[in-house]
Structure formats: C-alpha cells, structure tokens
C-alpha cells in the first residue's frame, strides 16, 4: 500500500515542490501518494512549511513525523498537539547557499568594498585591508549552518571564534559555550555573524551590553533569525559609531515595515531573507530519504530537540 503524504504549505510551494517530490520518492523506491488534500485519517507523513494552514495536528491519527522544509522551527516545536518526530530541513543547497552569502558578506566588509563602490567624490583612498589572518570574526551559533560557515572563512585565514549553547570542537576554529563563554567569543571581534536558533534564550543575544564588547566599528551580518538583535540597542551603536555596519537579512517583522529606522539608516543594508533559500530538487530528497527511513524503521535525520526549541 502507497504511503500517504500530505504537503502542507502555501499553494505556490506546492507547483514548485509537486514534481521534484514525486520523482524524489520514486528514486528513493517509496510507493507514495502525494497531495495537498489528503484525508486527515490516512496521512502519515506531512512535508510541512511553518506557515501552513495545518496547526493541529491531532487530526492525523495514523501521523508518523512532520519533515519540515524550513531550517527554521520554532514556530513549530512549540505546538501541543504535536507529538510524533519533528524533523528540520538542512539539505546541501540551503547550506551551500548560507556559506557563500556569508562568505560574500564577510569578505565585502574585511575588503571595505563599499567605500569604492560607494563613492560620490570620487576619493582615491588607496587603503589596503589587512590580511585575514588580522581580522577576528566571530560566528554566533555553531550548528549546521553555523559549522560550515565557520570553517569557509577559517579557510581564508580569519581568526575565527565560535559560540553555541553546547560545546563544539571544530577544526581551525576556538569554540565557546555557555553564558560566560559569549563575552570572551565577541570580545574584539570585528565582524559578527549570527545563526543562532530563535529560542527564549537566544533572543537578544546582542543587545547593549554584549555590543559594547565588540571592536569599535565593527560589522555585523545577521542571516539567521531577527528576534537575535536588540533592534533600538543596535541602532543607538550605529549612531555612536561603536557599529560601523550591520547587514540584516532576517527581521522581527517581515517585509521589514516601510517606516522602519534600519531603511533608512545610512549603515545598515537591508536584504529581504535571501541569505539562504531551500531548493526545491535537494530539499526533495531530504524528504523522501526520511520516509525512507521511516518506512524502514531507521532514525529520521535531523530531528528536532523539542525542549531546546530546535
């Protein structure tokens, strides 16, 4: 008998995702049925965007595991009426794609690419950066997509720290954990990047105090969740010039509101959550690789830690 699957997302998600799911589960050898319109009482498997209409999910008896599309779940974990396997989206694209944003954006700030292109009057500021290897960055969240990006720019020779909750060990990288740890990974640190998770104890990870430990002038790049910034403290460090830049990709409300301040705000880039966006074809065999796996009896990938939140 096919396996049911229910694709629980906006009406446009589903013409982009229907083919490449269904080819997906053929190559994964998965007998499948696959729609937007299941009966609740046959569905085991819902491949879920946060944003779905489907917010209970006691009406699934038969339900089996909820395979997220997004990195992002914390608008889900919370959900009381959830109680099977939670599994979040990391696929090759979506990573591939956060580490050469990431990497674009660093590297303009080390280089200072924006004082040639933006340029008016046509100064001649024959400034040379300095090598990596004098520049500290430090990465805010050391998950998947934290890893990978760290390591890419240890690549290039950053001096590169880390701080996540738990302790991690990555190779060319000095790594931080807990509370005390996040004064001692963004002291002196000139440019910030942030992907950490959206959680109570997460938010407002750089706020007016943890910005007055980084390097007068430095930048920060936020590409993970908006809720990590202390929006008023972080422009009130844009004016005293204790932040240089900062590039946001991600807001508490999104479209980022037409009066917002960061609009305006002659050092800060507004980017429309572009940082990382899922891919259709490799986000599809994620999905059915944990089908797979289900219908296997083997662990799903990627399952979310419902008391962390992620």
Not at 113 to 131: G, K, R, S, T, V
Not at 175 to 188: H, Q
Not at 257 to 270: L, R
């Amino acid at each position: 008998m096919a396996v049911q699957v229910l694709f629980a997302a906006k009406p446009a998600r589903w013409v982009e995702y229907e083919a490449p799911l269904r080819r997906a589960l053929k190559e994964a050898g998965i007998e499948a049925t696959i729609a937007c319109d299941l009966p609740a009482q046959t569905v085991e498997y819902i491949v879920y965007a946060p944003n779905s209409d489907v917010q209970d999910f006691s009406v699934f008896p038969k339900l089996k595991a909820v395979l997220n599309l997004w990195a992002g779940v914390e608008t889900v974990a919370p959900n009381p009426t959830l109680n099977v396997p939670l599994a979040r989206m990391v696929d090759h694209g979506l990573t591939q794609g956060m580490k050469e944003w990431v990497s674009g954006h660093v590297l303009r700030h080390h280089l200072g690419i924006d004082a040639h292109i933006i340029n008016p009057d046509h100064l001649w500021q024959a400034i040379a950066p300095p090598l990596a290897q004098d520049r500290a960055v430090t990465i805010l969240g050391l998950g998947e997509l934290g890893a990978v990006c760290a390591q890419t720019l240890a690549t290039f020779g950053f001096q590169v720290s880390g701080w996540s909750r738990s302790q991690k060990s990555i190779k060319g990288v000095t790594c931080y954990s807990r509370k005390d740890g996040l004064k001692a990974a963004l002291s002196g640190a000139e440019i910030v990047v942030l992907l950490l998770p959206d959680t109570p104890a997460t938010e407002n990870a750089l706020d007016a105090e943890s910005l007055s430990w980084l390097a007068k002038g430095a930048a920060i790049i936020n590409p993970g969740r908006g809720p990590l910034i202390d929006d008023e403290a972080l422009l009130d460090a844009l004016d005293s010039g204790q932040i240089g830049h900062a590039t946001l990709d991600v807001f508490r409300v999104e479209p980022l509101p037409q009066d917002h301040p960061f609009w305006a705000h002659p050092n800060v880039t507004v980017t429309p959550h572009i940082a990382s966006e899922t891919r259709t074809w490799t986000a599809s065999q994620c999905v059915a690789e944990n089908i797979r796996r289900g219908e296997a009896g083997a662990p799903l990938l990627h399952l979310v830690d419902r008391s962390a939140g992620y």
